[in-house]
């Protein structure tokens, strides 16, 4: 969503660095440039003003101009009034003293209230909470069958005694719906009210009606991240006709410029509370902004990750793990399986690469990586028996062209894969000594298939792709088809390393090479239970 919008402001900040003062001249130079990359991202003009404002009043101050590094520190200003505009902080859902607590979910049709009742409920139930959905939206075509889908989907009971389809009372329906969920022990109600194509009078009346009846703890407001101006035009027609207490983002995957979630918080004053990142249940999240404005300025979301590995990754097994590693054996293919699982539940790799400090200028390999390339390394390991799984040392030319025949693949698809498990070993060795976090992009990790563009990855290997190995005459590998590839190379003078590579992508070099100082910072001791 903000993919433009950082690259200018990173753009900008470039010309900042390495100036040991800053003149009043390029303090301006710099506030232009973010005055045009938000109004270019839909920001309102207000806020944009208002925003810019603030920034050059202190760029120009004391705290600028005596700082030791003042490209820096006005990098610094620009994320504390970024903060600002989103929220300042996490706001978290107040729960109700006497269960049931009631969510009304409000905005305009389209906007996607009925799908992110659902990501809602979903999420709520990771919580701990029982929550019911209510199809309150009596108006729209099939929208009652549309939220028992979701609610199947998110394992939430749906409460519908409506058709819908212009037929039933929604305030009614609304109103009943807090018996019901007192009868059947549910501790949250999510109200699913209808919307409109524009803002009326009788889609307030119908809002304020139900908002009455049910006297709910919390009254959302859902908006179409992809709106632009249009904005904060609509939320405040909403916060004069329900007085919304919360602002949820729907959409935010989407590749428009995403003013609307840096204008609706400044001009209303309501916190924006949730985000809906994606097409599934679980890409739905609590807005913070701290670290909303860190992904802005391509500072990466490390604490999101952390957080979503945490609720992921099965403390049993990263514990075996971790006595696995620090009693030296060598970590096998069985482990791999294991760590593949918890990292395809985790989400899209692309998402989990994007939260990756400085990751923009990658931005292309990125959106080239496809994450089906996780499912076919997934495959290639699952055609192999137990056996080869726990030693694969033992894996000679025709167990591999076995494999590569179950998995549908190539023999050297095959062993791509195999190269990059030894450099993974090679890294879980050097973990027994030192901590680190096996799996995650930067670190070549056995749950990272590569991509092209990174960092030591591909197009970096020229003076790795043909190694020397002891007894092989100049420098010739023992396996035919690599030894194919390497005349290749040396008639054309181009490496061959395909974008998806099988396993790993980020290089790690010889054992002499390896240094464990160059992972992500901030992922230290991740998998083995630590909390950064």
């Known amino acids: 969503m903000f993919n433009t919008l950082s690259d200018r402001l990173t753009a900008t900040f470039k010309n900042l660095r390495g100036k040991g003062r800053l003149s009043e001249a390029d303090v301006d130079a710099t506030i232009r440039e973010i005055r045009r990359a938000l109004l270019d991202a839909d920001v309102a003009l207000p806020v944009v003003r208002a925003f810019t404002g603030r920034i050059r009043d202190r760029a120009l101050s004391e705290e600028v101009s005596g700082a030791l590094n003042p490209g820096q520190q006005v990098v610094k200003i620009v994320n504390d009034e970024l903060v600002g505009i989103l929220g300042g902080q996490t706001r978290r859902l107040e729960f109700a003293k006497r269960p049931p607590t ?3 979910l409000a905005g305009l049709q389209g906007a996607g209230k009925t799908t992110l009742a659902g990501k809602l409920a979903h999420w709520l139930k990771s919580e701990g909470h029982r929550p019911m959905l209510v199809a309150a939206d009596l108006q729209r075509p099939n929208a009652v069958n549309q939220l028992q889908i979701v609610g199947e989907r998110a394992g939430a009971f749906v409460y519908a005694p409506e058709p819908g389809n212009g037929v039933g009372d929604p305030v009614q329906v609304a109103k009943d719906s807090i018996d019901v969920a007192k009868s059947k022990l549910h501790d949250v109600v999510i109200v699913d009210t209808a919307g409109r194509l524009g803002i009326d009078e009788e889609l307030m009346q119908q809002a304020s009606d139900i908002r009455s009846a049910v006297n709910p703890d919390e009254v959302l407001f859902v908006i179409d991240a992809m709106i632009g101006q249009d904005a904060v035009k609509t939320a405040e027609a909403f916060l004069e006709g329900v007085d919304f207490t919360g602002v949820v983002l729907s959409k935010l995957d989407g590749d428009s410029r995403g003013g609307a979630a840096l204008s609706v918080a400044e001009v209303t004053g309501k ?3 949730f985000a809906s990142t994606g097409e599934s249940m679980k890409d739905f999240e609590q807005f913070h902004p701290d670290r909303m404005a860190d992904r802005i300025l391509d500072m990466g979301d490390i604490l999101t990750l ?9 403390e049993k097994e990263t514990e075996k793990l971790k006595k696995k590693v620090e009693s030296g054996e060598d970590f096998d293919l069985n482990d791999f399986l294991t760590q593949m699982a918890s990292l395809k539940k985790m989400g899209s790799m692309k998402k989990m690469l994007t939260m990756m400090p400085g990751m923009s200028q990658y ?8 994450d089906r390339e996780v499912d076919r390394v997934e495959a290639i390991v699952r055609s192999m028996t137990p056996a080869e799984r726990s030693n694969p040392k033992i894996l000679n030319g025709s167990r591999r062209a076995r494999i590569a025949k179950g998995a549908g693949t190539t023999v050297t698809a095959v062993n791509q894969l195999m190269e ?5 070993q090679k890294m879980m060795r050097g973990l027994s000594k030192g901590g680190g976090m096996p799996g995650m992009p930067g670190a070549g990790g056995p749950g990272m298939p590569g991509m092209a563009g990174m960092p030591g990855g591909a197009p970096n290997r020229k003076k790795k792709a043909v190694g020397k190995k002891k007894g092989r005459k100049g420098g010739q590998s023992g396996n035919p088809a690599k030894r194919a590839q390497q005349a290749q190379e040396k008639k054309t003078g181009k490496t061959q390393d395909p974008v998806g590579s099988a396993f790993g992508g980020v290089d790690l070099g010889g054992d002499e090479e390896f240094d464990l100082n160059n992972l992500p910072k901030g992922f230290g001791g991740m998998f083995s239970g630590g909390k950064k």
Request: aromatic share 10%; charged share 30%; net charge negative.
């Open 102 to 104: 009631v969510i009304m």
């Open 271 to 273: 916190p924006i509370m």
């Open 306 to 314: 952390i957080e979503q590995a945490e609720k992921t990754f099965d």
């Open 363 to 370: 931005k292309d390999a990125i959106e080239a990586f496809d």
């Open 420 to 424: 990059r498990f030894t450099q993974a």
